[in-house]
């Protein structure tokens, strides 16, 4: 599809409408290829470290990957082809990755290190080690439309089951 390349490229990931193909280089740049028109556009340029993590939006209007802030934790952006804006989803505070989608795009899913539960119960003593955080990576959500309701919030009077996801026999 291109010839232009100067360094390696990685992940070409086609947009779920066929129309882009989102792919970082060597360079620690993030690309998105025109399958129409055949041209490459610069979106992004990382200097701590690599682009990664490329994911689509159902809808093909926004792109979300992750890269470096100026701390190196990683910082999950998104970038909506329309207008051409980055917006960071995560802090630079915790290290943050692995964006994906929900199917209808109202949610995005992501791991980040935040869980700092020490398995140690004390600081004092002449053997204690420092904190130790077995399983510091979770997995978070972001509503990406006002109001969203988690989809794995239990039901309650404002949001009742719904008859249809009961299974009722008869005999």
Do not use: C, M
């Not at 994911?55 to 890269?67: E, F, I, K, Q, V």
């Amino acid at each position: 599809l291109t010839r232009d390349g100067q360094v390696l490229r990685w992940e070409a990931v086609p947009s779920p409408d066929g129309k882009w193909i989102a792919h970082h280089d060597k360079d620690r740049q993030l690309w998105l290829w025109s399958v129409e028109k055949k041209t490459d556009t610069l979106i992004a340029t990382s200097r701590p470290g690599d682009v990664q993590d490329l994911a689509w939006s159902p809808d093909s209007r926004w792109l979300a990957y992750t890269a470096p802030a100026v701390n190196t934790l990683g910082q999950v952006l998104l970038y909506r082809l329309e207008g051409g804006t980055t917006t960071p989803v995560t802090t630079d505070r915790f290290d943050s990755g692995s964006p994906a989608w929900s199917p209808d795009g109202e949610w995005l899913y992501f791991l980040s290190d935040r869980n700092l539960k020490t398995l140690v119960r004390s600081p004092w003593g002449p053997r204690q080690p420092d904190p130790f955080l077995a399983s510091p990576t979770e997995v978070y959500a972001v509503a990406l439309k006002k109001d969203g309701r988690f989809p794995f919030q239990p039901p309650d009077e404002l949001h009742p089951v719904h008859l249809r996801h009961l299974q009722i026999g008869h005999h």
